[in-house]
């Protein structure tokens, strides 16, 4: 947006790239078209050419299909969420579990942060001993010195 000047003409492929929803799409349209004063062609829809019918009907039309296709985009992105959250719960019912899969410390994570913790490996040493990033060997170190008591 910042190297858009007046007299520039932006080419979009489909309306719902200005914005999210609606308001996000008009307010972004607004923006563009009146206040940086640039022309729009969405490719397709050849109806939202601002290049085309400056006069007081152009300017209507093109601000009645913005509408009505922003209104369009933002009803299709309520239903793909829609559609998404009712597959994840159906998946979450069958078992599927989502995310990176729970890495467990070893059998001797013990001695592993035994020995760390007595300078007798140093750090790296012992996340590479565990086969875990740091992260995961603060967080399982912080569970094992809660379960230890």
């Known amino acids: 947006m910042k190297k858009l000047k007046p007299g520039d003409l932006l080419y979009i492929l489909s309306i719902d790239r200005l914005g999210r929803n609606y308001e996000e799409i008009q307010r972004q349209w607004r923006v563009l078209t009146k ?7 969405v490719i397709d829809m050849p109806l939202l050419d601002t290049r085309n019918g400056k006069d007081l009907m152009g300017t209507f039309i093109a601000d009645l ?7 369009v985009a933002e009803n299709e992105r309520a239903n793909i969420k829609k559609r998404q959250a009712e597959g ?10 989502f995310g990176r899969p729970e890495i467990s410390p070893p059998d001797n ?4 942060v035994a020995a760390w913790e007595a300078k007798k490996i140093p750090f ?6 565990c086969g875990m990033s740091e992260a995961t060997f603060y967080r399982r170190l912080r ?3 809660l379960a230890k008591g």
């Open 124 to 129: 790296a040493e012992a996340i590479r001993q």
């Open 88 to 97: 994840i719960a159906a998946a979450k019912l069958k078992g599927v579990r």
């Open 109 to 112: 994570f013990s001695e592993i």
């Open 35 to 41: 206040d940086i004063g640039i022309d729009i062609c």
């Open 65 to 71: 299909v913005l509408q009505i296709l922003s209104f």
């Open 143 to 145: 569970e094992y010195r």
